[in-house]
Each structure stands twice: as structure tokens, then as C-alpha cells.
């Protein structure tokens, strides 16, 4: 305790600064998991790439960080363990740190995409094995984080499935491809829309000290009129945008004119993709920081 007392300053200034690292190891090596399917069908170029990011993923850490970053902070290990030892914590928090910081560093000027979750988690758990007990840490939890590892892949790839194969049903196999994609694109606008909205409102609004009450009972009920008529605004935003694409037609490619419609769906989903990395990935930087400034 008399070492906080003395040096908890710099130990802080140290966690900003490893937090600032590991948060810089997390934008270089996964901000092409939201932008790098937009940028390499050129429906984005990469400065507006870069831009969508920088303001969606601020957005989502904002706005919906809140929830992991508990997790992290305090949701892997117990730290009663440590009451006695509390620099015990800062340590090993620290050294998570710069240590998932470090891989991250290695593995994206290797070009290597790795997943910025597992390396803060498998550190945390690692300093906790190793520095402190292998029964200060909640395995239980640790297990629900290791299944979703498994699982969000499995429900990505479904998820991409069944939307690909409406896309191909409603629009790709169809006499008239061109004008069945600007009649059905608003419809997955919409879902952008409503998934968003219904994650801020959800999760979000506790955290930035907004209470979500339209005296309908439950927060869900409150929330899905509300994101319903968000993603109606965006469908209908999408839509003026899609108006002025017009069909070219091309006897060697018929759906070069499709292709045209998509990118600006892709924008929409990249815009999504960016806010749901912020509102999860901001943890593996701030949750640890947290836990040292708590």
C-alpha cells in the first residue's frame, strides 16, 4: 500500500502510456477487419476509410465500450486476492499491457492479422496464473470468453450465409438485378441501422449517464421503437443516396451497374462494422488501465 501511496502517479502515467500503446497495436492490426473488405472492392478509398474509423470506432467505444471494459477490468480475475497487495494488481496489469502490446506491434509489421481479445486476455490470465494464484482467477468467466471464441465465428459465418444467400434469391438471380438492388439495399440499410441503434441504446446510454425510460416497461421494449425509427431514418438516407446511380448497361458485365448500388451499402456496413469493433475492442486497452485506476 505505501508503494500507491508513493508512486501511484507514475504508475498511472505508466498505464496511459501503455494503454496508448496497446490501443495503437489494437488500430494497426484491426482496423482491417472493418475497412478491409470496403477498401478492397473500392467501394472506399483509403483516406475515407481511414475517416469512417476514426469516427465510428470513437463512437462505439463511447457510446457501447462500457459493458467489456467491465469484463476486462474486473471479470477475469478476483481482485480480493490481492486486498492485501493491491501493486500486486498494477503490475500485473501493467505487464499485460505492454506485453499484448508488444505481440501486437510484432504481429502487424509482419502483416499478421491476429486477434487483439485473446492476446490481453491470455496476458491477464498469465501474470494471474503465474505472479498470483491459479485460484484468483474466475475460470468460469474465462470459459464463457474462450467459448465465444468459437461461437462468434460460427454465428458470423452463418449469419454471412444466410445473408448472402437473400442477396443472391432477391437480387443476384433475378431478370433485372440492377433495379431489384436499389429496391431491397434500403432493407440491409435498415438493419445497420437498427443493430446500431439497439446496441447504444441497450448497452450504451447507462455509461454516459443517459437513462433510456419511455414508461413501456422493460429497457428492450423502450429501445425497439426508438431503433426501428433510426433505422427507417437510415434506410431512407440510403435511399437519396441510391437514387442518383443510374444503370449503364454493359453487354460483357451486367452487373457492373449492381456492383455500383453495393458500394454504397458497403459504406453503411463498414460504418457498422467500425462501431461494433470500437464498442468491443476499446477494452482491451482502457479495461486494464481501468483496473489500475481503480
Request: contains cysteine; negative net charge; proline residues 3%.
Amino acid at each position: 500500500m505505501e508503494i500507491i501511496a508513493q508512486y501511484g502517479h507514475i504508475f498511472l502515467i505508466m498505464a496511459c502510456v501503455f494503454g496508448f500503446f496497446m490501443a495503437w497495436g489494437i488500430g494497426a492490426n484491426d482496423v482491417a477487419n472493418a475497412m478491409g473488405t470496403s477498401v478492397g472492392s473500392r467501394a472506399l478509398t483509403i483516406k475515407q476509410a481511414i475517416l469512417i474509423a476514426m469516427i465510428f470506432e470513437f463512437l462505439g467505444a463511447y457510446l457501447a465500450g462500457g459493458e467489456v471494459t467491465s469484463t476486462i477490468r474486473k471479470g477475469i480475475i478476483d481482485a480480493d486476492v490481492m486486498a492485501d497487495d493491491p501493486q500486486l494488481m498494477v503490475y500485473g496489469m501493467l505487464s499485460a499491457l505492454l506485453a499484448a502490446g508488444t505481440w501486437l506491434m510484432i504481429a502487424s509489421i509482419k502483416g499478421w492479422p491476429v486477434s487483439t481479445t485473446h492476446s490481453i486476455v491470455g496476458a491477464i490470465v498469465g501474470f494471474a496464473s503465474v505472479g498470483i494464484s491459479v485460484d484468483a482467477i474466475y475460470w468460469d468467466k474465462v470459459g464463457g470468453i474462450v467459448a465465444s471464441w468459437v461461437v462468434s465465428p460460427f454465428m458470423a459465418g452463418t449469419i454471412s450465409f444466410a445473408l448472402f444467400m437473400s442477396v443472391k434469391r432477391l437480387i443476384l438471380d433475378t431478370e433485372d438485378p440492377f433495379h431489384r438492388a436499389k429496391r431491397f439495399i434500403p432493407i440491409y440499410m435498415w438493419m445497420v441501422g437498427f443493430m446500431i441503434s439497439m446496441v447504444t441504446l441497450l448497452k450504451g446510454l447507462k455509461h454516459v449517464g443517459l437513462d433510456l425510460d419511455l414508461g413501456l416497461g422493460s429497457k428492450f421494449a423502450n429501445a425497439l421503437p426508438i431503433s426501428v425509427v433510426i433505422g427507417l431514418l437510415v434506410a431512407a438516407f440510403g435511399a437519396f443516396l441510391l437514387r442518383n446511380i443510374k444503370e449503364v448497361p454493359d453487354e460483357m458485365d451486367r452487373f457492373g451497374s449492381v456492383e455500383r448500388v453495393f458500394a454504397v451499402l458497403m459504406v453503411f456496413t463498414a460504418c457498422s462494422m467500425a462501431f461494433a469493433h470500437g464498442s468491443n475492442d476499446v477494452a482491451n486497452a482502457v479495461g486494464p488501465l481501468a483496473a489500475i485506476a481503480s
